[in-house]
């Protein structure tokens, strides 16, 4: 990658040197004045450039100006904060503007779907999103930006660079893909993971059927609209750029014991056992502390066979076990010998893989433009390090925009993006037992990172438990190569057919190639050594989609009378290809010997056309859509609008029911325009709207859904029939997949009551929904009886689910005093999701999400609850007594006439009670509640703003209320049963049962028999923990340069800031970060949508300072 | 001009239209098969060879045939954790709260809503639904020849037998559904052993003795599997005639006796060992094994015992993960009295000295008593060689000695000396080309002993019985000590490694009272952690005593087993697994005592 940095680098210097280098000739003198649209008083500080020139000025105090014009120019361009910019033609030695502020932005255009319309005109819920303030986050991906900054749409994100964060718009819509429609620039796209966002001129959210509905098919999820920026006026070339540091959290995240407290403790749990089993008590001491009356800490950790005797366990300075002579890091694992110098004082494990890391980022554009066309070109490079060690995000994008026209009567254009991404993420994924994240709250701290060796030391020598050493599991990826590649965009052309009519074709779509390789070798310092010897996997796909649309609109104004009609068609089509294979055993572990041919071992091989990019699942197909559709949108008197859209669909997923329909009806009421209300001058606007309408779905359905598939499986359906040693498989079938050819749509009916507020000469805007959304059909992969065996069940039409909530948004901005303005937005989101029906002839429920709590899940997605509610027992309190406890065994026995003898399963002392939930007298399966909730109450967020002169201050806050987090980090460190010998916490030691801690958080600690349906084997209440909180997401202190020095030299805008990222976070939540993402890598891969909310060790979001650029010139 | 822009406008529309034509919106799936595809010799042969694969009940990665987020091991057609665990012939393994829900299952205390249930019963049903497969598709493939839909229809049957039999054994009552079932949710009011007869007898009907591949079943393959049936049923009579002919006149039946798939004349190896080395397989005492096979180029473990990928020493050489422990209970079975014979009832009396609760830094001496020599095939035990891989250390190799005790098993051991062939090292835990041995002639042999005495004829269950012992006597069953203990593939010495004694019963010893506790006694030794003895001890009905005899014994000495009670009528059959009465809409029943 390097090189090409540099090579970029030097054209870049080479094109500013050739735009800076323009000069000019001959002037003319001219004065003028720039003036506050609002209260027509002079507006100081605007910046009046000459079109075509770098002559350039400052207004003063009352808003006056002079410049010198030179020879042939006659246009200047006046820009101010808080306003629109202006352009106008000097016709003589004197000129007034008035500048418009940005605030009143009811004849802004909105692009929604196949059309534009005047915000004023909207009746469906759209959310315009200020770009100003979305983009002062340091992020590079388009959801990022959205949090807080639109009402209705939730994001949850995670420190991890390139991890695209979860989004949805107003609650949840499916059990499956709830990831909204993007359209960008006219081409619908699920994916913007690598969309420039200094590109992007508006985005739009359509959040109600009158606004997305037009969208039909795809439209359930809601619809985003992203248009690209254009060039216009005299060129001009612009940088923005910043760099950074990103600072992980600090302290003991974990909140783990030392290695004197790991001993201390585990003596504690032995002790505890043997005073509830005086009977057959376990001998104190284990193979680390040693057997003695008390632990001592080893000074040598060894794990090895010499001479026929095998030494595992923690060991004396001078034994023989420990003699350096024996070590020997052997790469086959047959004589290995680990002997590492125990920590003492205790690896940091969290730290030892959590760093400091820099971020940057580099954009660099040139637009212009006039009456035959337009040009926009940029380059962007985001070059994020992971605070976890080995992971980054290294992304470049180019786009090339531009338009023409041809003669007065045809556009046409292009928008297109490259992009190069290379991104190493977690290695075993985030949120999930297996990652380095995971186990560096696992991995005991005596333990160092490398032996005597400089070998990694590990978890081998016995009574530390099988943790994986953390740093290896991130370090052995260091020369893991993988790279992706896309190009997105589209042509297109339009005609004025007739006055009024425009014919508009567009094609576009995606077409993205990329590879990865991986290298692991073997473990031999774990207790479990994942790999005994060296694997290559390499892997590459390639693929695309295209979209082409193709609209008439009409447009007609007659008197009061406006009429806008839009139809069209558009087809779609997606394939993708994936290819890649593995080897084995490779005679060097070098990284440029290592290839799929250089390995010794099997060699396997695998290619489909599977829909998932990069899987490696046999069974795929394309996918096409074809749609018609159409749209009108009515107003009388700018006064009364009405609007309906329609749309017909039909997909390759479905066969019986191939089509659907959609549709939508909206109105709008703009009350303020009503003579009666003419009085109430406060007012500037004042719209109320409403909409219903059916959006659609099918996302949730394979492409496959219908077919009945029977397939070959190497794993699976192969058998030696021939009894063979080595590779004589005998090639077998089977039904593989159960075909579901009676699918159809979902149908998402939605209801939507808004107004949308202006009062204050524009000062104050509020925007308010309330929706209320049905879903039925719902698309979900029904669990069939066993007897059916084990195919894949196709998704049917059986679920359905509510949605009802307020998205609120309101604007403002004031000026304090002459210098010194205010402005701030708040946006609040409110959703509230409820299940109706999964299968109305099934189970009214279904459970994910296992863990470690084998056979019973957390998450029970049910009827009458949200998706993703956490589910399981209760606990009241502890058992303190024996007494306490045969009282409650008699109560039950007598409740359920003998049929059970004790009142809950391992009980005992010191151990949780569990509550009586159904009130049966005893507690068994049926006695399980609903324990949280992940899904917030509200959300918002607050954009606050000062300007003061040059200066600009501003503050963005962001929170969560009312969420629960499943917190099951605890169940590694909070029961020390859970993992003997692994890392435990604080709270295991200090604040767990004991006779004389009766008010504890943790139950008795007991190193033989700790784990029980009465502790940690079952989900309880234990890890249940409180999700709201308050952070500082952006704070920023920037400064505008105006002089004419910099005029001179044509530099228009510079301006420089110094930002701070998550600088707080209030929070009662213990983990390391209330922002819970998804795990997308485990086993199975946890839904989004189903299945959110836990934490088993998460990359947290980093604090980070930037220091930034912006220039234009 | 207006006509121009018209012309183009039809053009633009007249092209998006093309888009839309039939045969757009058609995308066929691709990377599989759809049944117009099979229904031809090819197609069936293929689905039959997918149906034996359901024998490994695996599906990709390490889970079972259930799917996706399942471990191999909670459908193990080992049966390690339902037939051994939950019998008592050894421990679960590992530490306590490591896979957690064998627990209960080890106590007696299992619940319904218990995963493990769940994930066996799919993956069982699976395999009946490819064995249905078979059946159904060879009934719209007019093109097989008669002779191959004969071979293929009575594999087909005697494979979904298998899969009901262990369906009826763990769960009782459980619904059928053949190749003409629609509709799969059926009532499970049915004993269903007569179906599973009807399905061993097809197969033993119409099977040929002799068969191209060694992995595929035969005439006495089924043979024996419908006497196990009759066994499991009480039928004796039925039993006794199909015995007398599966075994030969050699080993005290009354013919030339059955036949291995590659014809070899049913026998006892000499070498207790040799049917838990993989190089050994198919020999003349596999009667019906499931073929495994190590480094098959799958680069997993789904054909080399990945059911059983647990159950390896712990800190050892085979890296995880300690499961799978055999119990002190079973190890002090193998004590023998001066005359070479079991402590039938009190061999808990007369215990082997373990190493429990001692560090392997402190030193122990191995126990000197008399010991039958299928122990140190079966348990590793401190201070003895295991296989080549060097002397067991004790406690090193144990996760957590106090949670399941000093032992680990042995059974399900490769050699390191031919590592590389009957190993596979490509996933995190290790697998083994070793066979699984469904049913073997020693199995065969003390059912036939069972079956005798049940009818009275001790003389001859004395004869089956005592032709077990006398291979298990043979001196090649004696482990010796290494030539170098530094070096164990240096080979064998001639010392014994323990004191091995043991005799064939003398003639005349097996009576009324005497005969089947000794034929009971002698399934406990000679089959051993092969996932037998809970069912076992269920169809004799003293699973209740001999349990719960077990867990106030075995409890003291471990940590695992606090919560053990075994309830008659109730826990000789697992529960049906919640979520499957769940979706049955009420139409299966619980067990009794769920």
């Known amino acids: ?1113 | 001009m207006k006509p121009k822009k018209y012309n183009l406008l039809i053009a633009a529309v007249a092209l998006a239209t093309l888009g839309c034509s039939k045969g757009f919106l058609n995308k066929q799936p691709e990377g599989a098969l759809q049944q117009y595809q099979i229904t031809n010799t090819a197609g069936v042969q293929a689905l039959l060879t997918g149906a034996y694969a359901s024998l490994y009940q695996e599906g990709d990665g390490n889970t079972t045939l259930a799917g996706t987020g399942t471990n191999a091991w909670e459908a193990s057609p080992s049966n390690w954790i339902y037939g051994s665990v939950a019998g008592g012939d050894s421990h679960k393994g590992s530490s306590i709260s490591d896979q957690p829900p064998i627990v209960p299952i080890a106590n007696a205390q299992e619940i319904s809503s218990n995963g493990f249930f769940n994930d066996k019963w799919i993956s069982l049903y699976e395999g009946v639904k490819r064995c249905n497969q078979v059946l159904a598709t060879l009934a719209i493939s007019p093109s097989v020849s008669d002779s191959m839909r004969t071979e293929f229809t009575a594999e087909a049957h005697f494979l979904r037998g298998h899969f009901y039999f262990e369906l009826r054994r763990c769960f009782h009552m459980v619904p059928w559904i053949d190749e003409t079932t629609t509709d799969y949710n059926q009532p499970n009011d049915a004993d269903i052993w007569p179906k599973i007869e009807a399905d061993f007898t097809w197969a033993m009907d119409t099977l040929p003795a002799k068969q191209p591949n060694v992995g595929q079943v035969n005439k006495w393959a089924a043979a024996s599997y419908l006497a196990k049936t009759y066994v499991y049923e009480a039928k004796w009579a039925q039993a006794k005639a199909l015995f007398d002919q599966i075994i030969p006149a050699s080993y005290g039946g009354t013919g030339a006796g059955g036949v291995t798939s590659n014809n070899l004349t049913y026998g006892l190896t000499d070498r207790f060992e040799d049917n838990f080395d993989a190089s050994q397989k198919n020999n003349k005492e596999s009667v019906f094994a499931i073929q495994m096979t190590a480094n098959d180029g799958t680069l997993s473990i789904a054909h080399a015992n990945g059911g059983d990928m647990l159950n390896f020493p712990y800190n050892s050489p085979f890296r995880c993960c300690g499961f799978f422990q055999p119990s002190v209970d079973l190890a002090n079975s193998y004590r023998t009295d001066p005359n070479g014979l079991p402590y039938v009832t009190d061999y808990n009396s007369h215990g082997i000295a373990n190493d429990q609760g001692l560090d392997s830094k402190a030193p122990f001496t191995p126990d000197a008593g008399n010991i039958d020599p299928r122990l140190d095939w079966t348990v590793g035990r401190r201070g003895i060689p295991v296989h080549d891989w060097g002397l067991h250390p004790g406690n090193n190799w144990i996760r957590d000695q106090g949670s399941a005790g000093p032992y680990s098993n042995k059974k399900n051991l490769y050699w390191q000396g031919n590592l590389s062939t009957y190993s596979d090292q490509s996933t995190w835990a290790p697998g083994s080309a070793i066979n699984l041995l469904v049913i073997r002639f020693a199995d065969v042999l003390l059912m036939a002993a069972e079956t005798e005495a049940q009818l009275g004829n001790y003389a001859q269950a004395e004869v089956y019985v005592n032709d077990v012992r006398v291979r298990a006597a043979n001196p090649a069953n004696i482990l010796y000590q290494y030539n170098d203990n530094a070096n164990p593939l240096n080979g064998f010495s001639t010392t014994p490694a323990a004191n091995y004694v043991i005799s064939p019963y003398p003639a005349g010893y097996f009576t009324a009272t005497t005969a089947l506790p000794a034929i009971y006694f002698e399934r406990k030794l000679e089959l051993a952690c092969e996932g037998h003895r809970f069912f076992d001890l269920a169809r004799w009905g003293i699973a209740d005593v001999m349990m719960n005899a077990y867990y106030s014994f075995e409890g003291k000495i471990t940590g695992d087993l606090s919560t053990g009670n075994f309830t008659k009528g109730k826990n000789e059959y697992f529960p049906i697994p919640q979520p499957q009465i769940d979706l049955s809409n009420g139409k299966l029943k619980q067990n009794t005592g769920y």
């Open chain 1, 1 to 1113: 990658m390097r090189p090409k940095l540099d090579c970029l680098k030097g054209w870049l210097f080479l094109l500013l040197a050739t735009l800076i280098s323009i000069s000019s000739f001959a002037q003319t003198k001219v004065t003028g004045k720039v003036l506050s649209a609002a209260n027509n008083q002079g507006v100081p500080g605007a910046t009046v450039q000459v079109v075509g020139a770098k002559t350039a000025a400052i207004t003063a105090n009352d808003g006056t100006f002079s410049i010198v014009l030179p020879a042939g120019r006659t246009r200047l361009e006046i820009s101010s904060v808080g306003y629109d910019n202006q352009e106008v033609t000097v016709s003589g030695p004197t000129v007034t503007v008035t500048l418009t502020e940005k605030s009143n932005t009811l004849n802004e255009v909105v692009v929604t779907g196949y059309a534009t319309q005047k915000k004023k005109d909207l009746t469906g819920a759209v959310a315009v999103v200020d770009l100003g303030d979305a983009k002062k986050q340091p992020v590079p991906d388009v959801n990022d930006m959205l949090q807080g900054q639109a009402s209705g749409v939730s994001v949850v994100g995670s420190g991890q660079p390139g991890a695209s964060p979860v989004i949805h718009i107003r609650g949840f819509n499916s059990f499956g893909n709830n990831v909204p429609l993007y359209v960008v620039d006219g081409v619908p796209t699920q994916n913007v993971a690598d969309l420039n966002t200094n590109d992007i001129a508006t985005m739009q959210v359509l959040k109600d059927a009158g606004a997305a509905s037009i969208y039909g098919s795809r439209a359930s999820n809601g619809v985003i609209i992203i248009t690209t920026k254009r060039g216009n006026g005299r060129p001009k070339v612009s940088y923005d750029g910043y760099y950074g540091t990103q600072v992980p959290k600090g302290g003991n995240v974990w909140h783990v014991l030392n290695p004197t407290e790991e001993g201390t403790l585990l003596y504690q749990a032995e002790a505890n056992y043997n005073t509830l089993n005086p009977s057959s008590p376990t001998p104190l001491g284990n193979t680390i502390y040693g057997t003695g009356a008390t632990p001592v800490v080893p000074d040598y950790l060894v794990s090895g066979t010499v001479g026929g005797v095998t030494y595992s366990g923690g060991f004396a300075a001078g034994s023989t076990a420990a003699d350096p002579a024996n070590y020997n890091a052997d790469p086959t694992g047959t004589n290995y010998y680990q002997i590492a110098k125990a920590n003492k004082s205790g690896t940091d494990w969290y730290h030892a893989i959590f760093k400091n890391a820099p971020i940057q980022s580099h954009n660099l554009s040139v637009a212009g433009g006039g009456d035959q066309g337009n040009y926009l070109f940029s380059v962007n490079l985001f070059d994020q390090q992971g605070t976890l060690i080995e992971t980054h995000l290294k992304r470049y994008t180019i786009r090339a925009n531009t338009n023409f026209k041809v003669g007065n009567r045809i556009r046409i254009g292009e928008n297109i993006a490259y992009s190069s991404i290379d991104n190493p993420q977690a290695n075993g994924g985030i949120l999930v037992e297996g990652s380095a994240v995971g186990f560096s709250m696992r991995e005991n701290p005596i333990i160092p990172v490398y032996d005597i060796g400089g070998n990694f030391a590990g978890s081998a020598p016995k009574g530390l438990n099988n943790p994986r050493n953390p740093v290896s599991i991130q370090a052995t990826t260091s020369n893991n190569r993988g790279l992706a590649q896309r190009i997105f965009g589209n042509v297109y052309g339009e005609a004025d057919v007739l006055k009024n009519l425009t014919y508009r074709t567009s094609f576009g779509g995606e077409y993205y190639a990329g590879w990865a390789h991986t290298f692991t070798i073997p473990d031999y310092y774990d207790a479990e050594p994942q790999y005994t010897t060296s694997t290559y996997n390499e892997s590459s796909y390639n693929g695309g989609d295209w979209t082409w649309t193709n609209t008439l609109a009409y447009n007609l104004t007659k008197g009061d009378h406006n009429l806008k009609v839009v139809g069209g068609m558009e087809s779609y089509e997606f394939v993708n290809h994936n290819i890649g294979g593995s080897t084995q055993n490779y005679f060097s572990y070098d990284p440029l010997f290592v290839n799929l041919t250089t390995g010794a071992g099997t060699q396997t091989n695998y290619s489909n056309s599977n829909g998932t990019v990069n899987s490696t699942t046999v069974i795929g197909a394309g996918e096409t859509l074809v749609s018609y559709f159409a749209r009108a949108d009515y107003s009388y008197k700018e006064k009364y609008l009405i609007g309906g859209t329609f749309r017909r669909d039909g997909s390759s997923k479905f066969i019986e029911n191939r089509w659907g329909n959609f549709y939508a009806v909206s109105a709008g009421w703009r009350i303020s325009q009503e003579d009666f209300m003419k009085r109430a001058t406060w007012i500037t606007d004042l719209k109320i709207r409403g909409s219903y309408g059916l959006m659609g779905n099918q996302f949730n359905a394979l492409s496959t859904n219908s077919y009945t598939l029977y397939s070959l499986d190497k794993q699976k359906t192969y058998y030696p029939t021939v009894g063979g040693t080595g590779s004589i498989l005998t090639s077998g079938l089977a039904l593989t997949q159960i075909g579901n050819p009676a699918a159809k749509w979902e149908q998402d009916g939605n209801l939507n009551l808004g107004f949308d507020l202006t009062v204050l000469k524009g000062q104050l805007t509020v925007s308010a929904d309330y929706y209320q959304k049905n879903i039925k059909d719902l698309l979900y992969q029904l669990t069939l009886a066993g007897t059916n065996g084990s195919a894949t069940v196709p998704a049917y039409n059986v679920g359905k689910m509510t949605n009802n909530g307020l998205d609120l948004m309101i604007t403002g901005q004031t000026n304090i005093t002459h210098d010194l303005m205010f402005n701030g937005s708040l946006s609040f989101t409110t959703f509230h999701n409820v299940i109706k029906q999964i299968d109305a002839n099934g189970t009214p429920y279904f459970d994910v999400d296992g863990r470690r709590f084998n056979g019973s899940y957390i998450v029970r997605n049910a009827v009458g609850h949200p998706v993703s509610a956490f589910y399981g027992y209760k606990i009241a309190g502890f058992w303190q007594n024996q007494a306490e406890i045969t009282a409650a065994d008699q109560a039950a026995q007598k409740a359920s006439n003998g049929a059970v003898t004790t009142y809950q399963a391992d009980e005992g002392v010191g151990r949780f009670r569990y509550a009586d939930g159904n009130h049966q007298g005893w507690i068994d399966a049926s006695s399980k509640e609903f324990l949280g909730n992940p899904n917030p109450k509200f959300t918002y967020g607050a954009n606050l703003g000062l300007t003061y002169k040059g200066f600009d201050f501003s503050v963005f806050l962001y929170g969560v209320y009312g969420n629960d987090i499943w917190n099951n980090v605890k169940w590694w460190t909070d029961f020390y049963a859970s993992f003997p010998g692994a890392a435990s916490s604080k709270t295991a030691l200090y604040n767990s049962w004991t006779p004389t801690h009766t008010n504890a958080a943790a139950p008795i600690q007991d190193a033989v028999n700790g784990s029980n349906a009465s502790t940690n084997t079952v989900p309880n209440s234990y890890f249940v923990e409180k999700g709201s909180y308050l952070r500082a997401k952006n704070t920023t202190l920037g400064y505008s340069f105006t002089s004419a020095k910099l005029t001179r030299i044509g530099i228009t805008h510079l301006r420089a800031y110094v930002q701070a990222i998550n600088l707080f976070t209030i929070t009662k939540y213990s983990g390391i970060d209330p922002e819970i993402s998804v795990n997308q890598m485990g086993n199975p891969p946890q839904n989004a949508t189903t299945d959110f909310g836990i934490d088993e060790g998460g990359y947290a979001n980093p604090r980070q300072y930037l220091v930034g650029l912006q220039v234009t010139f």
